[in-house]
């Protein structure tokens, strides 16, 4: 019932060094809608994947994880090498290099999407590198508003990355025109802080719901909670602490995801219904989102709860 399109790649993360000096990379399977995919499974959602994947060692790492998570993929795997996202760390300063040149997950077709995607969809999700520049970019802002026209639910989340971004201003652009056919629309403070900059973050956001015409709008501000926002009224949702917090790798992801199968295990398909959400409905989505994502930041990267561990957590808190 839900698809989701985006990148998929490896972060190779240097985490030692060997005698002779030189860095030991783990290799981490990730890409922000690959997450959102994994942790939507694994709240119970009938997932399908839909971005190609390399047939190379790092791709059936990729397909091999998504696989062990339930969720289905749909494209084939073809022979172009797997993107990746180097990260390396001197003196505990990370530095980011991202490797995508005619990597696989870039090679959508938009024929194919629109073959693949299952009828029974209820939600199209997307966001993040696919959405940056080239073809690949044009193609899911395309499939996108075709979704749209089926009657899907369009879910979004920028993830923006700045250091992937040259041509800000045709980035901004597609982003704004997107803002138009999406349905449910999630950005951290800091997406929208560089999306609109030079403006407080109030101001920020009354910008962006005058460029969307989102049903539900939602703000996170990592461990100072988030913003729910639909037509009729807004809710702030605090964080939910926790003592043992490993890394914060995954958890916007992790919190994506819970909304979406929100959606669906409430039986929420029209998006009329999204526009009539009553406060107590708009509290419990986010607060169950709340707990995933807390949850994922219990574990080293992106390693989402499960449904049961999520109610576990519920029950033991009361």
Same mark, same amino acid.
């Given at each position: 019932m839900i698809a989701i399109g985006g990148e998929n790649l490896i972060d190779l993360v240097s985490s030692s060094?060997?005698?002779?000096?030189?860095? +030991?990379?783990?290799a981490n399977p990730g890409g922000s809608p690959y997450n959102v995919a994994i942790a939507a499974s694994k709240q119970g959602g009938n997932v399908s994947y839909l971005t190609p994947l390399s047939?190379?060692?790092l791709g059936v790492l990729l397909s091999s994880r998504l696989k062990e998570n339930g969720v289905k993929i749909l494209s084939k795997s073809i022979s172009n090498p797997t993107s990746l996202a180097v990260v390396s760390i001197s003196e505990g300063i990370p530095s980011y290099s991202f490797h995508r040149n005619e990597t696989a997950e870039r090679k959508v077709n938009l024929e194919n999407l629109l073959d693949i995607i299952p009828m029974t969809t209820k939600i199209f999700h997307v966001g993040s590198l696919g959405l940056v520049e080239g073809k690949d970019a044009e193609i899911w802002e395309i499939f996108f508003k075709k979704c749209k026209q089926k009657g899907f639910i369009t879910s979004l989340d920028p993830n923006v990355r700045p250091i992937l971004i040259n041509d800000r201003e045709s980035y901004i652009k597609r982003l704004e025109r997107m803002f138009?056919?999406?349905d449910i629309l999630k950005l951290s403070d800091e997406d929208l802080?560089?999306?609109y900059p030079?403006?407080? +973050?109030?101001?920020?956001f009354e910008i962006l719901q005058s460029k969307t015409n989102?049903?539900?709008?939602i703000l996170t501000f990592g461990e100072k909670g988030? +913003?729910?926002k639909t037509s009729h009224f807004k809710i702030n949702m605090p964080s939910v602490k926790i003592s043992d917090l490993k890394d914060t790798v995954g958890a916007g992801d992790t919190y994506m995801a819970s909304i979406l199968t929100w959606f669906i295990d409430n039986k929420i398909?029209?998006?009329n219904l999204i526009e009539n959400l009553k406060k107590t409905d708009l509290s419990l989505m986010m607060n169950k989102a709340s707990i995933a994502a807390a949850l994922n930041c219990k574990k080293i990267g992106c390693n989402p709860p499960s449904k049961v561990d999520i109610e576990t957590f519920k029950k033991n808190k009361n």
């Open positions: 060094f060997n005698p002779e000096g030189l860095p +030991i990379y783990l047939k190379d060692t138009l056919d999406v802080n560089w999306i030079n403006n407080s +973050i109030d101001h920020s989102a049903k539900l709008l988030s +913003i729910g398909f029209d998006i």
